[in-house]
């Protein structure tokens, strides 16, 4: 998606969610209803973590090393 058609959908809500997300990932912030939406359609058994436990998962992984990274 580029930024022409984004304009011409007249979606301006759309562009700015993605410049957030694109920032808070440059500064490694993850996005946790991206996580919800990834599991709901490629794990619909798996349990989906709070944001809390999310956010705590995910600093723990990225300052301590812990977890296997990607799970697909």
Not at 47 to 56: I, L, N, Q
């Given at each position: ?16 969610r993605r410049l957030r997300e694109t920032g808070n990932l440059m ?40 977890g296997a990274g990607r799970c697909c």
């Open positions: 998606m580029d930024l022409r058609s984004v304009m011409r959908e007249g979606s301006l809500s759309l562009l700015w500064v490694g912030l993850p996005d946790y209803e991206h996580y919800v939406a990834h599991n709901r359609t490629r794990h619909p058994g798996k349990k989906v973590m709070s944001r809390a436990e999310f956010v705590a998962e995910r600093t723990t992984r990225r300052y301590e090393g812990g």
